[in-house]
C-alpha cells in the first residue's frame, strides 16, 4: 500500500513559469515532510522540508504548501530554470516508531529553454 | 565537511553470489539508513542503523542485512543475488537519533547478470 502519493509523474515547464507538484499521504501520524532533488547519477538531496504546525514555507524560490485537512502538500518552485530539470521526490516520516522516510514514486521535471 | 560517501560507486555480480556496500557518514552523525532505489519500485527503506544497533527494518528479505561500527561506517550485505536486486543501493546519514533529516550518499549501482 503506498502511503505517500505523488503527481504528476512528469511535468514540462517553460523557463520563468511555475512548477507545482503534489503529493497526498494516508498516515496521520507523519510529521515530517521533506521534498528531495535527484539528479541522473546523484542520490537524492535534501531540498526544503516542513512540518505540519505551519502552512507554508519558502526558501527562495522553492515553497512547500501544507494542508493537514486534506492531508495533502506540494512543491512550487517559482521562475523555474532549466538548471531545475531533475526529478522530484516527496517523502513523510513520524519519526519516531517509524524513523525512515516514506517516498512517493518522483515527478520528472524538465524546464525548456 | 564532507559529504555521505558510498563504495564501491558501481558493482557487478552474478546471481547467487553475495555483494557488501559500504557507507561512510558524515562526520558527526549517528543514523545510517539504507534505501533502495529503482525505476519500478521507487525508493524503498531497507533498515537503518544508531549506535550500532539496528532500529528500524523495511520490507526486505532475509537476504539483506547490515550493521553498523562504532565509527558509525555501515555496511550492507546481500547474500544469493538475484536479478531484481539489481538497484541504486543509497545511504543516508543524519545527526540525530529522530532520523527526520537525512543526507543521501551518491549510491552504489548493482548490476546482477
Known amino acids: 500500500q503506498q502511503q505517500v502519493k505523488q503527481s504528476p509523474q512528469s511535468l514540462i515547464v517553460q523557463k520563468g513559469g511555475i512548477s507545482i507538484i503534489n503529493c497526498a499521504y494516508e498516515?496521520?501520524?507523519?510529521?515530517?515532510f521533506p521534498w528531495y532533488q535527484q539528479f541522473p547519477g546523484k542520490g537524492p538531496a535534501l531540498l526544503i522540508a516542513?512540518?505540519?504546525?505551519?502552512s507554508e514555507k519558502k526558501e527562495g524560490r522553492f515553497t512547500i504548501s501544507f494542508n493537514k485537512s486534506a492531508k495533502q502538500f506540494s512543491l512550487h518552485i517559482m521562475d523555474s530554470q532549466p538548471g531545475d530539470s531533475a526529478t522530484y521526490f516527496c517523502?513523510?516520516?513520524?519519526?519516531?516508531?517509524?524513523?525512515?522516510?516514506?517516498f512517493g514514486k518522483g515527478t520528472k521535471l524538465s524546464v525548456k529553454p | 565537511k564532507a559529504g555521505v560517501t558510498q563504495t564501491p560507486r558501481y558493482l557487478i555480480k552474478t546471481r547467487g553470489q553475495q555483494v557488501t556496500l559500504s557507507c561512510s557518514p558524515i562526520s558527526g552523525h549517528r543514523s545510517v539508513s539504507w534505501y533502495q532505489q529503482t525505476p519500478g519500485q521507487g525508493l524503498q527503506f531497507l533498515f537503518e542503523?544508531?549506535?550500532?544497533?539496528?532500529?528500524n527494518k523495511g520490507n526486505f528479505p532475509g537476504r539483506f542485512s547490515g550493521r553498523q561500527f562504532s565509527n558509525s561506517r555501515s555496511e550492507m550485505n546481500v547474500s544469493t543475488l538475484e536479478l531484481g536486486d539489481s538497484a541504486l543501493y543509497l545511504c543516508?546519514?543524519?545527526?540525530?537519533?529522530?532520523?527526520?533529516?537525512?543526507?543521501f550518499g551518491p549510491g552504489t549501482r548493482l548490476t546482477v547478470t
Open positions: 516542513i512540518r505540519p504546525d505551519v
Open positions: 542503523y544508531f549506535s550500532e544497533t539496528q532500529r
Open positions: 498516515n496521520t501520524a507523519f510529521d515530517y
Open positions: 543516508a546519514s543524519s545527526p540525530y537519533s529522530i532520523s527526520y533529516e537525512q543526507y
Open positions: 517523502a513523510a516520516s513520524d519519526g519516531g516508531s517509524q524513523g525512515n522516510l516514506i
